[in-house]
Structures are given as structure tokens and as C-alpha cells.
């Protein structure tokens, strides 16, 4: 086995153990301008729709940890294509046929989704494929839902942003935060792990949207780099990236989803580095971002949740769900295939599924602290009984 620890930090900056950036190693990524822009849009949202207002006080005077919830979801996140250009290693799309599931979602189904969704003060407006794909229809989503003062995040793997000024358009959709995936520092890294990319592109398209993003003085863009076995010695180089490319913020994930499924269980565990990363190489990664003006947080996903007590459940079957692009509804993000796990169908109305038997047969099971297979990787080692 090759040896997967990086090259030795060098940095000027000297590791002060109290500082605020490094205390809190995996801590949260802040929500892009700022927590108090976020919180302003949450606070306009309620505010532009009576029912959305109530819903969400119902919500927040619940305990939100019930089988049978009297609120609709606060937040989704809405697939609106399950097709993509890549061919990523840790991603079943890869082996999809030409890399796609199902339709993707119309613009009108979106609205009507919203129409329904009136409680909706968040969404993430991507699933499993590259949402620029659809074109203007999905910038036009993102509009809609900003009407409404929704917060809408997207993720993209940047490789359209020179295609028709679609970097413009996004940014001008006022859409509030784009997760950008750079997992290579190189072409060789990047192509390696993202099938079909090219790094030049990518490299370009980076410094193209931070462009335009710098000329109207807003922020709107993260670095989000899937950290595993192929680009694990490269993030020195990834904070160089981002920094020359005009990124202002860097996410390193050390976690690899496993969608449900055993066999990607499997694979992904031997790409994964999660349990090789030590603190204080978190701490220097950290100081070497602030040193070169980039934001650097540390983010792991999974294995997190724990049926010891109900505040330590997933907040996923309380709160949201995954549309997927054929209107099926999924547990969750990592999941993000109705053909592994469904919870009924967007075309019979959200609400009535939240409301419906299998939804709440899905939450009365973590409740119950038997959670089904699909979610054993977030509960680490509790299994279903």
C-alpha cells in the first residue's frame, strides 16, 4: 500500500491553539454571504407568505422528532436533472446508462412543486446529475423560487460555465450559494477521478464565475473537494487552486456516500481516507487557508446520527426530503435514488406522502432506533433489528 500522507505543512503562521478558526476542526461551512444574510432571507420568506409563516412556527414549537409531523417540510432538496457529462469514480451515475436515471423535472413541475410546497424556506436545486444540463429552464427554477425569498444552493462540477454565458446567467438568477467540485489539483488527479473533465476547462470556468462574482462585489461560491485515496496528497496544491482561481472559500469532505447500496459500500470504502486524517493536519490545512486568504472548513457527513436519544437522530425524515427528477420521492441526499429507497410520488402531492404511511413508517423506525439498512452509514454501527 502506497503511503497516503501528504508532504509536511510548511507555513509562517504558528499554530495557536485558541484560535477560533482551528478550534472547531469540523466545523459547519457558513451559510454564503454570511449566517445574518441567511437568516435574512428566512426572515423575508416568512414574511412574503401567511402560510409559510405559520408552517414554519408550527415547526419550530414542535419537537420535531414525531412519526406524524402537523407541518409540511421547511426545506428539499429538488433534483432537477439525474443525468451527467462525468463519470465520476465514487458516483453511481458512472455506471448508469449514458450517465442518466430518468427525465429530468419541467420547469412547471418545478413550479407546481413549489406551489404545493408552500412551507419551503431552503432548497438545494441539484440531485445526482449536472444541473446546468437543462439550460435556461434551470436558471429560470432558481428565479422562481427567489421570488419567494427561498434560500436556493446549487452544486455544479463547472464544466458549462463558458457554454452561452451560462456563468452569468446562474450568478445572475440571484441564486445564494454554488458549490463548485474541484477534486484534482492537476489533470491528471482531476480526469482520474471525475471521468470526462478537463482540468483547463474547469481551471478557467473557476476564475470565469469568481470573475463576474468580484465585478458585481458579491459571494457566491465554494471549492468543494471530495478528499479521498487518489487526491489525498494534494490538498496543499487544491488551497492553491483555489485561491488562484478566486475562490474564497474551500470545503474538504472526508466522507464518501455509499447511496445505499453494499457494493458502493464497498468500493467507496476503499477510495475513502476519513479515518486517516489527523487533527492536526486539519489544524494546519486550516492556517494554511487563512494564511492565503481562503476559507478552509473540514466537513464529514456520515456517521454522525445515533438512536441514543432523540435530539441525535437524522433530522432528514423530520424535516425535508429528496425530489428526485422523475417526481419520486427519496429519504435523503445520500440515498439520492428512488431506485434504492422511494417514499411514494411527488405526482399524488408531496404532502399527502409526508403524511402518508410509508413516510411515517420511515420515521416511526429511527424513532424506534431500527433505522432501515440505507441509513446504517450515517448511524455507524446501530443496525436494524
Request: charged share 30%; proline share 5%; aromatic share 8%.
Amino acid at each position: 500500500m502506497s503511503d497516503l500522507r501528504p508532504p509536511e505543512i510548511m507555513t509562517e503562521t504558528p499554530l495557536v491553539e485558541n484560535d477560533p478558526c482551528v478550534v472547531d476542526l469540523l466545523r459547519q461551512p457558513e451559510p454564503l454571504p454570511n449566517q445574518e444574510s441567511y437568516i435574512g432571507e428566512r426572515r423575508l420568506a416568512l414574511e412574503n407568505s401567511e402560510r409559510c409563516r405559520v408552517n414554519y412556527e408550527t415547526f419550530q414549537q414542535s419537537d420535531k422528532r414525531t412519526a406524524e409531523p402537523d407541518y409540511l417540510p421547511i426545506r428539499l432538496d429538488i433534483e432537477n436533472v439525474s443525468r451527467c457529462n462525468f463519470r465520476c469514480v465514487m458516483c453511481q451515475v458512472s455506471e448508469w446508462p449514458r450517465g442518466q436515471r430518468a427525465e429530468d423535472m419541467s420547469l412547471e413541475q418545478f413550479k407546481n412543486l413549489l406551489n404545493e410546497q408552500y412551507g419551503l424556506v431552503e432548497i438545494k436545486l441539484q440531485g445526482l446529475g449536472e444541473p446546468l444540463l437543462q439550460g435556461d429552464d434551470f436558471f429560470e427554477m432558481i428565479r422562481h423560487a427567489r421570488k419567494r425569498h427561498i434560500w436556493v444552493r446549487v452544486a455544479t462540477n463547472a464544466s458549462l460555465f463558458h457554454v452561452r454565458n451560462n456563468d452569468k446567467k446562474l450568478i445572475d438568477s440571484d441564486v445564494n450559494e454554488v458549490q463548485i467540485s474541484v477534486d484534482g489539483a492537476n489533470a491528471k488527479t482531476l480526469s482520474g477521478i471525475r471521468k470526462g473533465a478537463v482540468f483547463q476547462r474547469i481551471q478557467s470556468n473557476c476564475l470565469r464565475i469568481n470573475n463576474y462574482c468580484a465585478q458585481k462585489g458579491i459571494e457566491r461560491t465554494k471549492m468543494w473537494t471530495v478528499v479521498q485515496r487518489g487526491n489525498r496528497h494534494e490538498l496543499p496544491q487544491l488551497i492553491d487552486f483555489a485561491r488562484e482561481t478566486g475562490f474564497k472559500h474551500a470545503v474538504f469532505s472526508l466522507n464518501l456516500v455509499d447511496f445505499g447500496l453494499p457494493e458502493w459500500a464497498k468500493r467507496n470504502e476503499d477510495l475513502s481516507v476519513e479515518n486517516n486524517f489527523p487533527d492536526e493536519e486539519i489544524r494546519q490545512m486550516i492556517l494554511l487557508g487563512k494564511s492565503k486568504g481562503v476559507e478552509v472548513y473540514f466537513w464529514r457527513q456520515t456517521k454522525k446520527y445515533s438512536c441514543d436519544t432523540r435530539e441525535n437522530l437524522c433530522p432528514w425524515p423530520f424535516e425535508r426530503g429528496y425530489i428526485a427528477s422523475d417526481l419520486r420521492i427519496v429519504p435523503c441526499c445520500v440515498i439520492g435514488n428512488p431506485d434504492v429507497y422511494e417514499l411514494g410520488s411527488a405526482r399524488h402531492g408531496v404532502a399527502t406522502q409526508w403524511h402518508g404511511e410509508r413516510w411515517r413508517a420511515f420515521r416511526q423506525a429511527h424513532l424506534d432506533g431500527t433505522p432501515p439498512s440505507v441509513c446504517h452509514s450515517c448511524y455507524g454501527a446501530e443496525k436494524e433489528v
